[in-house]
C-alpha cells in the first residue's frame, strides 16, 4: 500500500513502475525462450558429433581393411615384401581404431559391432593371413587358391558389407537426429511468437493507461487556457482532479492561483498603459535627435566606406593598371576631388578621373615642370590655389578658384617614383587634412612596390619555366602532401596533361597520380614509388617503367627539396632512356651472336686441324680439310675486322685511301665471288650511265657490295633474282641492289643501320650475322660523302641504294708510269730509321725512274733540303730514339717559307695517326706493311694532281694488279 501510494506523488515514477513491469516480463520471456533453445540443440549437437565420431571410425576400419586385403593382394602377385610389411601394418591401426570406437560405443548395437570386428580381425591376422601366407612362401599357390575358395574370400566379403551395412545405420540416425532437431526448432519458433504478441498487447495495455492518466487531464488544461488567452469569462473548476497527489493534482492548484493573480493584474496593466502614452510625446522629441545623429553616422559610414573601397581596391589586384584605376577614383572619393592623375615618373603607367585625354597628355608631356620637379626634391606633400579657366567653369560667370593638390609615391629607398596629383573647384584641402592624405600615399607606395615585386617574381618564374620547359627530361615538383606545385612541358607531352580536366597543376596526389598509371604498364610499382619518395624524409632513388603502346622506356628520378635544412617538397625527373635500352638489348643479343658467330668456323678450324693432326689422311682428304679451314679463318678474319672497323669508326679513326676507280669493275669482282657460294640465285647487273668512276676506298667500298650482295643472298632463303642497277642521278652515282627475299617490317627500316642491331623475327634467327654489316656499310658511305637508302615490303624483297659522288673522267691511254720514266724524273727523300725497308723503297722507286735520297735522321734531310729541292718526300714517324721524329720533322718544314712547305709529304709508318697527319699537311698515309707498288702509285698520283691541276688522271687497276 505504501509503495502504490509513493508510486501515485509523481508521473514519471507511475511510468518507471510500468516499464519495469513490462521490462520484467520481457526479460523473463526471453531467458526461458533462449534457455530452452540453447539446451535444445545442445543435446542435439551432442548426439550429432557421437554418431559422427562413430561414422569416422568405422570409416576408417573399413579403409584399413580394404588398405590391408589389397596390400597382401598385392603381395600374393608381385611378391613385394613392402606391401607385406604394409598389410601386416594396417593391423596395428585397426586395433588402434577398435579401441577408439569402444570409448564412444552406448548401444548394445555397437558393443555387438565391436565384438564382431574383432573376432574377424583375430581370424584375418591370427589364421586366415599367416597359413596363406606359409603356403604362399612355400610355392604351393594351389593350396592357397583352395583356401581362398573355400570361403576365405567370402567370409571377407561378408564382413565388408556388415561394416558398410552398420556405417549406412549411423548416417540414418545422423540424418534423423537432424529432422527432429528440426522439428523442435519450429515448436520454439511459434512460441517466440506468441511471445512477441503479448509484448505488443502490454505495450498496447500501458499506452492507454498513460492517455487516461496523463493526456486527458492535460487536455482539459489546454481548453480553459484557450478560453482565458481569448479574454472570456471562465469559471475554473479544477475540483475534478484536485484529489490527485501527482504533478497534475499540483498543476491545477497552481493553475487556480494563476487565473486569480491574472485577474488583479489586468487592472495594473490598464493604468499603466495610460502612463505610456505620456512617455510616447517625450520619445517623439528625442527620435528628432537621433535623426541628427544618424545623418552624421552615414556620413561617417560613407567616408569609411570609401576608405575601404580604396584597401580593397590597393590589395585585391595585382595588375598594375587595374590597381591605378581604383586608387585615382577612390582618392578623389575620400579627398572630394573633381578630378586627379596618378603616373609613374620613369614609365608609361597612369590613370585619370574626370580629365580628358588631352588634358592627360598635357599632364604627362609635360611631368618634368617646376612643380614635379619640387615634389621630386623635397618629397613631400603641398596645395596650389588657381584660378579656374572658362573650361572649368562650366556655366558660371563670377570669378573662381581651383586648388590642386601634389602627393608624392616614394619607393623603399625614398625616391619619388610616381606622383598624384588631385584638383577641387571652389573648395581648398585643409591643412588639417593633408597628414592623413599623405598616410593614404605611403599605403599606394607600398601597394606599388608589392605590384613591382610580383611583376619582378612573375617574370623570374616565367623564365625558369621557360627554362624548364627546354629541359628534355619531364620535372614535376610536389609538396608534402602530393600536391603538384610545377612541371615543364616535356612532362605534359609525356603524359597528356593538357588532355586532364584542369591540367596537372595543383592536382593532388591521388588525381594526378591515376592520370598519370593510366599511361604506364608498372602501375602499382610505379605508384608505390612516387608515394614513397613523397613520404620519404630525404629520397635519392629512380625507377624505370614503360609507357603503354609504345616501347618507350623512361626512368624516374625522385630527390627530396629542402630549405633550411627542412624538406618543403620532391622533385621528379622523368628521363627518356629508350635508346640506351635499346642499346642494352642490341648489346646482350650481340653478345650472344658473336658467341655463336666466332665459334662456329673455330669449331670447324679445330676439328679439322685435330683430324689432320690425329689420322693419316689422304692427300686429297687434306686438301678438302685445308680448303675447309681456310674458308672458315676467312670467315672469322672478316668477322674480326667488322669489330676493328666498327671501333676504329666510333673512334673516328678510320683511314681511306681515296683514288679515282671504276665502281662497275669492284661490282662486277664482288658478284663473280659471290656467285660461288649459291646455286639458287640468279644475278644481273645493269648499268644505265656511261661514268661509273668514283673517288674512293677500293677495299672499303668492295666491303660494302660485298656486305650489301651478300645479304641479299643470306635474306633470300629460297632464291630468286638479285638486280644490281647503276646510274646517274642529281651529279651521284647511285647502286640499287634489289632481291626477292624475305623483306624488311616497316617498324625496322629506321633502326636497319644502327649497330648490333637486327630484326627480332623467328625467320631470320637461323641466318648468321652480327648486326654490324649495314652500320659499317652506312659509316663507309657517310666518309665517301654519300648515304645509303633501304626500302623494303615485308614478305617480297628488299632494295638498297648506295649514292656516291659522281667524277667525269679524262681518259689516258698512256701507262702513267712509263710516261713518268720517259718525261719527267721526280726526285724524292726517304726518312726511314730501318734500312732495310728504306732499300726496299729506294729499289722499288728507282725502278719507276724515282731519283732517290735516304736518310736515316730527320736532321740530315733538312739539311739537304737548303741544297736541293725533293719534289716529294717519304717519311716515318717513329724515328731513332733522341732524336728529332716524323713529327717534328713535318711541323718544322711547313713553319718553312715556301717553296719547302708546299712540298708533299708522304707518311710511311705502323702508326694509324692518319687524321693527326692530315691536319699537319700530310698528303697521304700508307699504313705497314704495305706493297711497295702502292708508295710508287700514291706518290706518281699526288705529284700529277700537283702538277697538272684541272686533269684527274685514273691509273688502270688492271696493271695495278
Same mark, same amino acid.
Given at each position: 500500500?505504501? @509503495? ?11 511510468f ?64 613385394? %615384401? ?11 591401426k ?47 599357390? *594351389? ?6 575358395n ?22 540414418? &540416425? ?9 522439428? #523442435?526448432?519450429?515448436?520454439i ?29 492535460l ?30 493534482? #499540483? ?53 569609411? /566606406? ?5 584597401v ?23 579627398? *572630394?576631388?573633381? &578630378? ?7 614609365e608609361?603607367?597612369?590613370?585619370s !578621373? ?13 611631368l ?37 593638390? !601634389? ?23 585643409? %591643412? ?24 619582378? $617574381?612573375?617574370?623570374?618564374?616565367? #623564365? ?11 620535372? &614535376? ?16 607531352? /609525356? ?13 593532388s ?28 624524409v630525404?629520397?635519392?632513388? $629512380? ?6 603502346? =609504345? ?18 617538397? =620532391?622533385?621528379f ?9 635499346? @642499346?642494352?638489348?642490341?648489346? $646482350? ?15 670447324s678450324? !679445330?676439328g679439322? /686441324? ?15 680439310y685445308?680448303?675447309?679451314?681456310y ?8 668477322? @674480326?675486322?667488322d ?29 663473280? $665471288? ?41 635474306y ?16 651521284y ?21 644502327s ?14 650475322g ?42 689516258n ?5 712509263e ?15 730501318d ?10 722507286l ?75 699537311g ?28 684541272? &686533269? ?10
Amino acid at each position: 500500500m505504501k @509503495i502504490k501510494n509513493y508510486l501515485q506523488q509523481s508521473l514519471s515514477l507511475q511510468f518507471v513502475g510500468l516499464m519495469l513491469r513490462v521490462l520484467l516480463f520481457i526479460v523473463i520471456g526471453a531467458v526461458v525462450i533462449a534457455f530452452g533453445y540453447r539446451q535444445l540443440n545442445q543435446f542435439h549437437a551432442n548426439q550429432n558429433n557421437l554418431l559422427e565420431q562413430k561414422e569416422t571410425i568405422i570409416k576408417q576400419i573399413d579403409n584399413s581393411f580394404n588398405q590391408a586385403f589389397f596390400d597382401f593382394r598385392g603381395y600374393f602377385a608381385f611378391e613385394n %615384401e613392402a606391401l607385406k610389411a604394409s598389410g601386416y601394418a594396417q593391423e596395428e591401426k585397426l586395433r588402434g581404431l577398435l579401441v577408439d570406437f569402444e570409448e564412444v560405443a552406448e548401444t548394445p548395437e555397437d558393443h555387438i559391432f565391436l565384438d564382431d570386428v574383432r573376432e574377424y580381425l583375430d581370424y584375418y591376422y591370427g589364421e586366415l593371413v599367416p597359413e596363406v601366407i606359409t603356403e604362399f612362401e612355400q610355392g604351393d599357390r *594351389e593350396e592357397v587358391q583352395q583356401v581362398a575358395n573355400q570361403g576365405a574370400t567370402k567370409t571377407l566379403s561378408t564382413f565388408q558389407t556388415e561394416v558398410r551395412n552398420y556405417r549406412s545405420k549411423v548416417d540414418n &540416425q545422423i540424418e534423423s537426429n537432424y529432422e527432429l532437431l528440426t522439428e #523442435r526448432n519450429s515448436y520454439i519458433l511459434i512460441i517466440v511468437g506468441i511471445y512477441l504478441l503479448s509484448i505488443i498487447v502490454i505495450l498496447f495495455r500501458m499506452t492507454r493507461i498513460m492517455f487516461k492518466n496523463v493526456g486527458q487531464p492535460l487536455s482539459e488544461f489546454a481548453e480553459v487556457a484557450n478560453e482565458i488567452a481569448a479574454g472570456k469569462e471562465v469559471d475554473v473548476n479544477v475540483n475534478l482532479i484536485s484529489n490527485r497527489k501527482d504533478e497534475l493534482g #499540483r498543476l491545477s492548484v497552481a493553475f487556480k492561483k494563476m487565473v486569480v493573480s491574472l485577474q488583479d493584474k489586468e487592472q495594473d496593466l490598464i493604468g499603466h498603459n495610460e502612463e505610456l502614452i505620456a512617455q510616447q510625446d517625450e520619445f517623439e522629441a528625442q527620435q528628432v535627435e537621433l535623426e541628427t545623429a544618424l545623418a552624421n553616422l552615414k556620413r561617417s559610414e560613407n567616408n569609411l /566606406t570609401h576608405r575601404n573601397d580604396f584597401v580593397k581596391g590597393i590589395s585585391n589586384s595585382l595588375n598594375k593598371q587595374t590597381v591605378l584605376d581604383e586608387i585615382i577614383v577612390n582618392m578623389c572619393k575620400i579627398t *572630394e576631388a573633381d &578630378q586627379g592623375i596618378i603616373s609613374f615618373l620613369d614609365e608609361d603607367d597612369y590613370a585619370s !578621373y574626370g580629365i580628358s585625354k588631352a588634358g592627360e597628355e598635357q599632364f604627362l608631356n609635360n611631368l618634368d615642370n617646376g612643380l614635379n620637379e619640387k615634389l621630386v626634391r623635397y618629397k613631400e606633400s603641398f596645395t596650389v590655389k588657381r584660378e579656374l579657366d572658362q573650361n572649368e567653369k562650366g556655366f558660371h560667370e563670377e570669378k573662381s578658384y581651383g586648388y590642386d593638390l !601634389y602627393l608624392p609615391i616614394v619607393d623603399v629607398e625614398n625616391e619619388v617614383t610616381a606622383v598624384l596629383v588631385l584638383s577641387r573647384f571652389g573648395s581648398p584641402f585643409l %591643412e588639417e587634412q593633408l597628414e592623413e592624405y599623405e598616410g593614404f600615399a605611403k599605403q599606394i607606395s607600398i601597394s606599388l612596390e608589392n605590384i613591382q615585386m610580383y611583376d619582378q $617574381s612573375e617574370e623570374d618564374r616565367m #623564365r625558369n619555366q621557360d627554362i624548364l620547359n627546354t629541359v628534355l627530361e619531364g620535372i &614535376q615538383l610536389v609538396d608534402l602532401d602530393g600536391k603538384t606545385i610545377q612541371v615543364n612541358q616535356k612532362l605534359c607531352n /609525356t603524359f597528356g596533361c593538357n588532355s586532364w580536366t584542369n591540367g596537372i597543376l595543383g592536382l593532388s596526389m591521388v588525381e594526378w597520380l591515376d592520370g598519370m598509371k593510366s599511361y604506364i604498364q608498372e602501375k602499382d610499382d610505379f605508384s608505390l614509388f612516387l608515394t614513397r619518395a613523397i613520404e620519404a624524409v630525404d629520397i635519392d632513388d $629512380s625507377f624505370t617503367y614503360r609507357i603503354n603502346n =609504345t616501347n618507350k622506356v623512361y626512368k624516374v628520378y625522385a630527390n627530396s627539396l629542402f630549405h633550411d635544412e627542412e624538406k618543403i617538397g =620532391t622533385v621528379f625527373v622523368h628521363r627518356d632512356i629508350t635508346k640506351e635500352a635499346e @642499346i642494352d638489348q642490341m648489346k $646482350s643479343e650481340f653478345v650472344s651472336t658473336v658467341s655463336h658467330e666466332l665459334r662456329t668456323p673455330l669449331a670447324s678450324i !679445330y676439328g679439322y /686441324t685435330e683430324l689432320m693432326l690425329n689420322r693419316e689422311l689422304k692427300p686429297e682428304r687434306q686438301k678438302k680439310y685445308l680448303t675447309t679451314i681456310y674458308q672458315e679463318t676467312k670467315r672469322l678474319t672478316s668477322l @674480326i675486322n667488322d669489330f676493328l672497323d666498327v671501333q676504329r669508326m666510333e673512334a673516328g679513326k678510320q683511314s681511306y685511301e681515296k683514288k679515282y676507280i671504276d665502281l662497275l669493275e669492284i661490282i662486277e669482282k664482288v658478284v663473280d $665471288s659471290q656467285k660461288i657460294n649459291t646455286t639458287e640465285h640468279h644475278f644481273e647487273v645493269q648499268v644505265d650511265t656511261s661514268f661509273t668512276t668514283v673517288l674512293g676506298d677500293k677495299d672499303k667500298l668492295k666491303q660494302v657490295f660485298t656486305n650489301l650482295i651478300s645479304n641479299a643472298i643470306k635474306y633470300s632463303p629460297n632464291g630468286g633474282k638479285i638486280q644490281i642497277q647503276l646510274y646517274q642521278d642529281s651529279g651521284y652515282l647511285q647502286t640499287a641492289i634489289k632481291d626477292e627475299g624475305l623483306g624488311i617490317p616497316t617498324d625496322a627500316l629506321d633502326k636497319l643501320f644502327s649497330k648490333f642491331y637486327r630484326v627480332d623475327n623467328s625467320d631470320r634467327r637461323t641466318i648468321g650475322g652480327t648486326g654490324l654489316g649495314l652500320a659499317i656499310v652506312k659509316e663507309i658511305s657517310y666518309a665517301h660523302d654519300g648515304d645509303v637508302f633501304v626500302s623494303s615490303e615485308y614478305g617480297k624483297g628488299s632494295t638498297f641504294t648506295i649514292k656516291l659522288p659522281l667524277v667525269e673522267t679524262i681518259s689516258n691511254t698512256t701507262d702513267p708510269i712509263e710516261s713518268t720514266k720517259a718525261d719527267e724524273g721526280y726526285k724524292v727523300f726517304i726518312i726511314e730509321d730501318d734500312r732495310s725497308l728504306a732499300g726496299l723503297i729506294e729499289q722499288e722507286l728507282e725502278e719507276n725512274k724515282f731519283f732517290v735520297h735516304s736518310f736515316t735522321k730527320a736532321t740530315d734531310a733538312l739539311k739537304q733540303l737548303k741544297v736541293e729541292l725533293p719534289h716529294a718526300i717519304v717519311l716515318d714517324l717513329n724515328l731513332e730514339a733522341g732524336e728529332m721524329d716524323g713529327w717534328g720533322f713535318m711541323r718544322e718544314l711547313k713553319s718553312m717559307q715556301v717553296p719547302y712547305s708546299d712540298i708533299p709529304i708522304i707518311i710511311s709508318s705502323a702508326l694509324e695517326e692518319q687524321d693527326k697527319s692530315l691536319a699537319l699537311g700530310a698528303a697521304d698515309y700508307l699504313v705497314k706493311p704495305y706493297k711497295a707498288s702502292d708508295l710508287s702509285r700514291t706518290l706518281l698520283q699526288t705529284l700529277l694532281k700537283k702538277e697538272k691541276r684541272g &686533269q684527274i688522271f685514273i691509273p688502270d687497276p688492271k696493271k695495278d694488279e
